[in-house]
T-cell receptor
Framework: DQQVKQNSPSLSVQEGRISILNCDYT??????FLWYKKYPAEGPTFLIS?????DKNEDGRFTVFLNKSAKHLSLHIVPSQPGDSAVYFC????????????FGKGTHLIIQP | DSGVTQTPKHLITATGQRVTLRCSPR?????VYWYQQSLDQGLQFLIQ???????AKGNILERFSAQQFPDLHSELNLSSLELGDSALYFC????????????FGQGTRLTVV
């Protein structure tokens, strides 16, 4: 039973445009959400997070939106740059993350020049 | 460079064998997490240690065990290996227990033949 789902295995976006990556979750106990970015042959790198008490968190070109009623979050990247091409993982945690993170399967973002 | 070091980077071994994966956390981090990423799967949380003590267990098989030593490095022991154990194994560390923005190592790619 997958508690965190990223339904798009891949996404292609033109350079300079907005990239929107989506994530759905089923466990209502999740109270903290994160996005990680992963390049080939490297470990995941933390990108941005959001607590369930907020509905938006912004960091430079990256914004995460949380819709608790829909159990949905999204990551917006504006403007998209070639270096953003990577696999993006959505992750969720409950109880402060003490039991580790539950990850989605990832979305491969490809930025086209 | 996340500051988390995993060795070896690659490991090829036969079914039935036992291997040990090593992780050195970032300087000052007390928590170590182990994750497994199989083909087409997201990262699966295996186990967490905090300052030498086991704090949380995820989907870790009984054939697998881990420990964290006084110098805070951690080892993941995988025994009676099966073909299905072939995966990327990631170690992550964070400063204290429950902090979710963990920093990941580059992973150890285990191939069981």
């Amino acid at each position: 039973d997958q508690q965190v789902k990223q339904n798009s295995p891949s996404l292609s976006v033109q350079e300079g445009r907005i990239s929107i990556l989506n994530c759905d979750y089923t466990n209502s106990m999740f109270d903290y959400f994160l996005w990680y970015k992963k390049y080939p042959a490297e470990g995941p790198t933390f990108l941005i997070s959001i607590s369930s008490i907020k509905d938006k968190n912004e960091d430079g070109r990256f914004t995460v939106f949380l819709n608790k009623s829909a159990k949905h979050l999204s990551l917006h990247i504006v403007p998209s740059q070639p270096g953003d091409s990577a696999v993006y993982f959505c992750a969720a945690a409950s109880g402060g993350g003490a039991d580790g993170l539950t990850f989605g399967k990832g979305t491969h973002l490809i930025i086209q020049p | 460079d996340s500051g988390v070091t995993q060795t070896p980077k690659h490991l090829i071994t036969a079914t039935g064998q036992r291997v040990t994966l090593r992780c050195s956390p970032r300087s000052g981090d007390l928590s170590v997490y182990w994750y497994q990423q199989s083909l087409d799967q997201g990262l699966q949380f295996l186990i967490q240690y905090y300052n030498g003590e086991e704090r949380a267990k995820g989907n870790i098989l009984e054939r697998f065990s881990a420990q964290q030593f006084p110098d805070l490095h951690s080892e993941l022991n995988l025994s009676s290996l099966e073909l299905g154990d072939s995966a990327l194994y990631f170690c992550a560390s964070s400063a204290i227990w429950g902090i979710t923005e963990a920093f990941f190592g580059q992973g150890t790619r285990l191939t069981v033949v």
